[in-house]
């Protein structure tokens, strides 16, 4: 059948693979292939540690060593036994590899513009192409805990603050909700989490306390491309054992009922009705959970 799913999806591999050169034996014209080409570019953003690099790139030891070799022979990288384990193994680049690392990113980020350029919709694409890298990189999402000030948080509260705009009747303005700040999402009082793909932010949730036994849960988003992947799930449980690492006996929440989707995972997630607790002028439905 012509639009059978499989069908569908292994042209969607076929168009990728050749677009991004994955078959070159010169990827970007740079007289090395996408592997080693993929392993570079991880060391220019920071990683170091071979293991680390290795999963991240999925990577068998074999192609890894063979890999690294390849890029120690043309002088772009220099690996060192690990300080404090001796068993493992720390790469950076030299100063060429700096070069050849920034020459990828000039070439790869023109690719990209050319990508977005032939498009008459690109923000449409880009929606499309985040699904996708989500969806594949689920297992690799990472949730770390940063300051609400930090730019990935400011992000998604920024994000979250728009989608409840749109989604309430009568908008929304978060001057008029409390703490608009998230300033008491910090320890000891509190903690603020951020979902990562790939560095990228894509979703978030706080813990607002003020050091006693009762704390609230605030701030729970995951952005559209992410959604149907459990992530709310993982949010909303990271964060509850921050809670009770920080002693909190009684967990609340508020929420909208046009946020349909949050009132069954609280539901479904152990979390009772009760009676309203606060005069925010947004929520309408309330919940606490005991731990």
Known sequence: MVCDPIARVRRFNRAVTSEVGALDSSFLGRGRPLGAARVLNSIGRGQSDVAVIRDYLSLD???????????????????????????????RLT??????????????????????????????????MDMVASSLRRDQIAIEEKDPRHEDA???????????????????????????DAGDMIRPRGAFLVALSDGLPIGCVGLKGDGGEVAEIKRLW?????????????????????????????????????????????????WVEIDRFNDDPYPDTFFEKRL
């Open 61 to 91: 030891s074999g192609l890894m060593s063979r890999l690294l070799r390849s890029l120690e022979e043309e002088g772009l990288i220099e690996t060192v036994p690990n300080a404090e384990d001796a068993r493992r193994r720390i790469v």
């Open 95 to 128: 100063e060429n590899g700096r070069s050849e690392f920034q020459a990828y990113e000039a070439l790869s980020n023109a690719q990209a513009e050319g990508f977005l350029a032939r498009h008459r919709r690109p923000e449409e694409l880009l929606r499309a």
């Open 154 to 180: 400011r992000y998604c509260l920024s994000e979250y603050y728009g989608e409840l705009a749109r989604r309430f009747e009568k908008g929304f303005n978060v001057s008029l909700s409390r703490d608009p």
């Open 222 to 270: 995951v952005a559209p491309s992410a959604r149907g992947l459990g992530l709310a799930t993982r949010l909303m449980t990271a964060v509850e054992t921050i809670a009770g690492e920080l002693s909190v006996k009684l967990l609340r929440l508020d929420t909208n009922s046009a946020l349909s989707e949050a009132q069954q995972l609280y539901r479904g997630s152990g």
